[in-house]
């Protein structure tokens, strides 16, 4: 993870490499349809010029810690009421026939104040109505019904 100045905004992003090549334009589609308060902002992506790095790379918006981070440095959790902005996210992706896939304390991203947002979308993915049977994420966060 890079992070980087957009020298007109003052802004910080953080610079990712990209999901695998052969999901890469549905991913591209659905993040740049997600637009939510409480999801970390997918700003674009960023391809090297130099010939022997021809990895793509994406653009998001810029949190400074996550929950995993915060738990390891102060040593104890955060209150439940903090974690409505990810119930938010959560329901706006699945409103839309989203799922996260990977939904960990890494994935929730914050600043100082503990303003939380979810992150780790590029793992998401459409399902509509249907299930996905794939695995993805870690185990000790796999969903029970992937477990049989």
């Known amino acids: 993870m ?3 100045i957009n020298i007109e905004t003052d802004e910080i992003y953080v610079l990712k490499e990209m999901f695998e090549t052969v999901h890469r334009t549905q ?3 659905i993040l740049t349809r997600l637009d ?3 999801l970390v902002k997918f700003i674009g992506t960023y391809s090297n010029s130099n010939k022997k790095d021809q990895r793509l790379h994406s653009v998001w918006e810029q949190c400074k810690i996550n929950l995993a ?3 390891e440095t102060k040593g104890v959790g ?3 009421s903090y974690l409505k902005p ?3 996210a959560l329901s706006y992706l699945h409103s839309h026939g989203i799922v996260h896939r990977n939904l960990a304390a890494e994935h ?3 600043d100082s104040l503990l303003n939380l947002k979810l992150g780790g979308l590029r793992v998401v993915k459409h399902i509509g109505l249907s299930r996905t049977r794939t695995h993805c994420g870690v185990s000790d966060y796999i969903s029970p019904e992937l477990m049989c």
């Open 2 to 4: 890079t992070e980087f």
């Open 86 to 88: 990810i119930v938010c």
């Open 27 to 29: 991913k591209y589609d």
């Open 78 to 80: 955060i209150p439940l």
């Open 36 to 38: 939510h308060i409480d």
């Open 69 to 71: 981070q915060h738990i």
């Open 108 to 110: 929730i991203m914050g």
